[in-house]
Nanobody, 121 residues
Framework: QVQVVESGGGLVQPGGSLRLSCAASGTIFSINAMCWYRQAPGKERELVAIIYSDDRTTYADSVKGRFTISRENVKNTVYLQMNSLKPEDTAVYYC???????????????WGQGTQVTVSS
């Protein structure tokens, strides 16, 4: 019903920047929140950033001041601008949305397939 597709990952040197994009499509009446998670090898998936419907944002302490989450509502697209990247930022980054197909139906969660970010010299 809802498809979530991430893009923009790749290999970058420490201190470099990447901009991830996530586009949601399908039956969407409204989006309550859009998030970025990441999962490094052997590690649990962790929350990186959230942007809510009222444009409030929340960041993990590990990325605060370096990453910025934003969105374009008309495109149902969320971005993650990542600056001053560190090797420990290396992970698969996943996009997540919580959305409603109808105004009176319960919201549901949808995940993207992930995009690899590798920070290495």
């Amino acid at each position: 019903q809802v498809q979530v597709v991430e893009s923009g990952g790749g290999l970058v040197q420490p201190g470099g920047s990447l901009r991830l994009s996530c586009a949601a499509s399908g039956t969407i009446f409204s989006i309550n929140a859009m998030c970025w998670y990441r999962q490094a090898p052997g590690k649990e998936r962790e929350l990186v950033a959230i942007i809510y419907s009222d444009d409030r944002t929340t960041y993990a302490d590990s990325v605060k001041g370096r990453f910025t989450i934003s969105r374009e509502n008309v495109k149902n697209t969320v971005y993650l601008q990542m600056n001053s990247l560190k090797p420990e930022d290396t992970a698969v980054y996943y996009c997540y949305i919580n959305s409603r197909a109808l105004p009176t139906t319960p919201s549901k969660n949808y995940w993207g397939q992930g995009t690899q970010v590798t920070v290495s010299s």
